[in-house]
């Protein structure tokens, strides 16, 4: 079954650093990734989605995630955290085969804090 | 350019009441979900339609009922609600075909059973 896990639950960090969310996936085939951000009591907003053409992906609010398939990964960056970044996070994948590609799988996603 | 939207945005309910919720988007997406939300648990698939007349369970479907009777509207019917139907549902729908194609998400219903 094909699967994404969230590897932190809540990331703190100060205003002007860098931000690392990590996220691993399980998948016989190269997927469908996204990541998706949600600011508290509102719908979810995407960040960025692989599609395969690089393995470096840009999203908006200069947020990245590389893609790696040798260690089934696909995390998000950003150089420099801002106070408005704080927000929920959550990785998410569309299996590429079979009867589940309809289908979004979601992470249990990161809580991002932002320190002044 | 409306997207996906629910209503309605806040609900009480009471053990054992009914209530649609209701969800319509207007980017003719063949695809459309609904979700739970949990906190420390993600999102959870309760049921999804690939068409209209077409709809299958997700992971938690249990005491939850759909229909899709036209491409726009994609109504969640709760029969009896239970303390434990007290979460925030999310509609969202896509594009069908290949490609990366990401979900278009409503703003979410906050329901609590009392």
């Known amino acids: 079954a094909q699967s994404v896990t969230q590897l932190d639950s809540h990331v703190s960090v100060s205003e002007g650093t860098p931000v690392l969310l990590r996220c691993n996936y399980s998948?016989?085939?190269?997927?469908?990734l996204f990541w998706y951000v949600q600011h508290p009591n509102k719908g979810l907003q995407l960040l960025l989605k692989?599609?395969?053409?690089?393995?470096l992906v840009k999203g908006i609010n200069g947020f990245e995630a590389e893609f790696k398939k040798s260690e089934t990964s696909f995390h998000l960056t950003k150089p420099s955290a801002h106070m408005s970044d704080a927000a929920e996070y959550f990785c998410?994948?569309?299996?590429?085969?079979?009867?589940?590609?309809?289908?979004?799988?979601f992470g249990t996603g990161t809580l991002l804090a932002v320190q002044p | 350019n409306a997207g996906v939207t629910q209503t309605p945005k806040f609900r009480i309910l009471k053990i054992g009441q009914s209530m649609t919720l209701q969800c319509t988007q207007d980017?003719?997406?063949?695809?459309m979900y609904w979700y739970r939300q949990d906190p420390g648990m993600g999102l959870k698939l309760i049921y999804y339609?690939?068409?209209?007349?077409?709809?299958d369970k997700g992971e938690v479907p249990n005491g939850y009922n759909v229909s899709r009777s036209t491409t726009e509207d994609f109504p969640l019917r709760l029969e009896l609600a239970a303390p434990s139907q007290t979460s925030v549902y999310f509609c969202?729908?896509?594009?069908?075909?290949?490609?990366?194609?990401?979900?278009?998400f409503g703003q979410g219903t906050r329901l609590t059973v009392v």
């Open positions: 998410v994948v569309r299996p590429s085969w079979g009867g589940a590609t309809n289908k979004l799988i």
């Open positions: 339609s690939v068409g209209a007349g077409i709809t």
């Open positions: 969202a729908s896509s594009r069908s075909g290949g490609g990366v194609t990401e979900a278009f």
């Open positions: 980017m003719n997406h063949n695809y």
């Open positions: 998948s016989s085939y190269s997927p469908s």
């Open positions: 692989y599609t395969s053409a690089a393995t």
